[in-house]
Structure formats: structure tokens, C-alpha cells
């Protein structure tokens, strides 16, 4: 049961361009999410991310959308430079809410997100 | 070591055999977890151990698989009678305190059951 989802499993973007990855959820309960940045061979990295009591959070280049409402979120990345190139993964937690195994985060299959100069 | 430290980086074994994975988790980090991934899948949780207290197993596929953390440091994971379903890459990851989700991760094994 994938709680965590993420439909598009690649998008390619021009350098210079707005990349937008997008993630969908499922459980009501999850209270915070994350953004996951991995390269190939390496373990993934942590990127951004956002508490439920907000609906942005930006960080340099990346901002990240929440829309409760939709149980939808959103990595926006401006601009799209080639080392962005990778794969992102979308997680979820329910930590602070209590509603589901303590420190346990629920992971999308990632997008893969090619920046072509 | 600085970062989260994964052996082997590569192992291929055959079906039947059992294999033990092992990850030395960045030092002071009290919370250490266990995730796989499939091809083509996402980050699958396997286990998750904090501190002293006992370890969540809840993501376990089957109980071929087990895992201990000895000394509140290093951990081994364990797969026996390996099966052809079982190839993914392992990855172990560490965090500060429990509830804290900034996890770091190794760079996992990629284990292959022939």
C-alpha cells in the first residue's frame, strides 16, 4: 500500500527552466515531509523540507508547496542547472501526530529529473 | 567516520545462502534504520532501532530477515536462505534523536541472489 506517491517517474527540463516534481499522499495523519536528493551509487541525500503547519518553505533555489487540502505537495526548483540532475524522492512522517510507527519515514519511488544544458 | 559507513558496497550470492549486511551509523546518533530498494521501487522500511528500547521489526518482509544493533552503535542485517527476490539495494540510515527525520544514508549494498 503506497501511501506515498510520486506519478511521474521522470521529467526532463532545459537548464535555466523551472523544474516542478510532484507527490501525492494518502494518510491524514502524516504531519511532515521531505525531500530526498539521490545520485547514482550514493545514498540519498536530505534536501528541503516542510512542517504541516506551513504551506511553503524555500530554501536557495528550492521551494517546496504543501496543499493540505489535496494531501499534495511540491518541489519547485529555479533554475534547473545540470547537477540537479537525480533522483528525488517525496517521504512522509506522522512522528508529531503520533499516527503511525515512531521515526518511521514512508518514501515515494522517486522521479528521476534529467537538466539537459 | 563522518558519514554513514555501508559493507559490503557489493555482494552476489546464490539462492539458499545467507548473507549479512552490515552499517556503522555516524557516531552519537542514537537512531539507525534499515530501508531497501527494489528496481523500479521505492525506499522500502525494513527496521528501525532507537536507542535501547526494542526495535520496531514492523517492515520486515519475512522472518528470514533479522537485525541487531550491538552497543547502541554498529548494526548487521541478516537475510537467510537468500532469495531471488530479496536483490535490491540495502540502505541504513541515522539520526540524531528519535523523531527526527533529517535521516543520513549510507551508501547502501547492492545485493544480487543468483
Known amino acids: 500500500d503506497q501511501q506515498v506517491k510520486q506519478n511521474s517517474p521522470s521529467l526532463s527540463v532545459q537548464e535555466g527552466r523551472i523544474s516542478i516534481l510532484n507527490c501525492d499522499y494518502t494518510n491524514s495523519m502524516f504531519d511532515y515531509f521531505l525531500w530526498y536528493k539521490k545520485y547514482p551509487a550514493e545514498g540519498p541525500t536530505f534536501l528541503i523540507s516542510?512542517?504541516?503547519?506551513?504551506d511553503k518553505n524555500e530554501d536557495g533555489r528550492f521551494t517546496v508547496f504543501l496543499n493540505k487540502s489535496a494531501k499534495h505537495l511540491s518541489l519547485h526548483i529555479v533554475p534547473s542547472q545540470p547537477g540537479d540532475s537525480a533522483v528525488y524522492f517525496c517521504a512522509a512522517s506522522a512522528e508529531r501526530s503520533g499516527g503511525s510507527t515512531l521515526g518511521r519515514l514512508y518514501f515515494g519511488r522517486g522521479t528521476q529529473l534529467t537538466v539537459w544544458p | 567516520g563522518a558519514g554513514v559507513s555501508q559493507s559490503p558496497s557489493n555482494k552476489v550470492t546464490e539462492k539458499g545462502k545467507d548473507v549479512e549486511l552490515r552499517c556503522d551509523p555516524i557516531?552519537?546518533?542514537?537512531?539507525l534504520y534499515w530501508y531497501r530498494q527494489s528496481l523500479g521501487q521505492g525506499l522500502e522500511f525494513l527496521i528501525y532501532?532507537?536507542?535501547?528500547?526494542?526495535?520496531?521489526k514492523s517492515g520486515l518482509p519475512s522472518d528470514r530477515f533479522s537485525a541487531e544493533r550491538t552497543g547502541g552503535s554498529v548494526s548487521t542485517l541478516t537475510i537467510q536462505r537468500t532469495q531471488q527476490e530479496d536483490s535490491a539495494v540495502y540502505l541504513c540510515a541515522s539520526s540524531l534523536t528519535r523523531g527526527n527525520e533529517k535521516l543520513f544514508f549510507g551508501s547502501g549494498t547492492q545485493l544480487s541472489v543468483l
Open positions: 557516531s552519537g546518533h542514537t537512531a
Open positions: 532501532f532507537q536507542g535501547n528500547s526494542a526495535p520496531d
Open positions: 516542510i512542517s504541516s503547519i506551513k
